[in-house]
T-cell receptor, first 114, second 111 residues
Framework: DVKVTQSSRYLVKRTGEKVFLECVQD?????MFWYRQDPGLGLRLIYFSYDVKMKEKGDIPEGYSVSREKKERFSLILESASTNQTSMYLCASSPYRQGIYGYTFGSGTRLTVV | EDQVTQSPEALRLQEGESSSLNCSYT??????LFWYRQDPGKGPEFLFT???AGEEKEKERLKATLTKKESFLHITAPKPEDSATYLCAVQGSSNTGKLIFGQGTTLQVKP
């Protein structure tokens, strides 16, 4: 089974800190995604990547950046954390851009910015 | 613009009381419709993929169906352990590789 591993289940950070959320998948998937999930707003796409070194903006990229230096790892960076970035962050991967594939999700990181 | 709407937002059932969750979609060229289950504080887990109208898939007490405009997730004789949020997502021809998610239906099954 494909596994998507997010480095932390819970994080508490201070306003203004630079925050790194790490995601690693172990099945050579090309596509990786970062979402945030908030009550009443559902899943919102922040950034995604179809290949190493590639990144594309999702629906809410402001305040975030990403890095994909290796195929298996996709990092989400909060440049200067703010309280409105308190949320559940979900990483997902899928095999290829072409074809019809669902996502495999990680277990999520609950980030609280104080 | 591709869009997915799930209803109801929340559903409370008694154990054994069958019901259905709805997922309505507008998408240019449906390639696949996906159902996920999400337990509190966890990531979504894959349930089903449906590819074309008329298709049905089953797993234990769950059955997913698909028409040209909507999908239903039928829950037969639910148990408390079926309590979760159920998410629907679509992949259209204009969003290759990306899924568009609905906001989910939170199901609570009381013993």
């Amino acid at each position: 089974d494909v596994k998507v591993t997010q480095s932390s289940r819970y994080l508490v950070k201070r306003t203004g800190e630079k925050v790194f959320l790490e995601c690693v998948q172990d099945m050579d998937h090309e596509n990786m995604f970062w979402y945030r999930q908030d009550p009443g707003l559902g899943l919102r796409l922040i950034y995604f990547s179809y290949d190493v070194k590639m990144k594309e903006k999702g629906d809410i990229p402001e305040g975030y950046s990403v890095s994909r230096e290796k195929k298996e790892r996709f990092s989400l960076i909060l440049e200067s954390a703010s309280t409105n970035q308190t949320s559940m962050y979900l990483c997902a991967s899928s095999p290829y851009r072409q074809g019809i594939y669902g996502y495999t999700f990680g277990s999520g990181t609950r980030l609280t910015v104080v | 613009e591709d869009q997915v709407t799930q209803s109801p937002e929340a559903l409370r059932l008694q154990e054994g009381e069958s019901s259905s969750l709805n997922c309505s979609y507008t998408v240019s060229g449906l390639r696949g419709l996906f159902w996920y289950r999400q337990d509190p504080g966890k990531g979504p887990e894959f349930l089903f993929t449906l590819y074309s109208a008329g298709e049905e898939k089953e797993k234990e007490r769950l059955k997913a169906t698909l028409t040209k405009k909507e999908s239903f997730l039928h829950i037969t004789a639910p148990k408390p352990e079926d309590s979760a949020t159920y998410l629907c997502a679509v992949q259209g021809s204009s969003n290759t590789g990306k899924l568009i998610f609905g906001q989910g239906t939170t199901l609570q099954v009381k013993p």
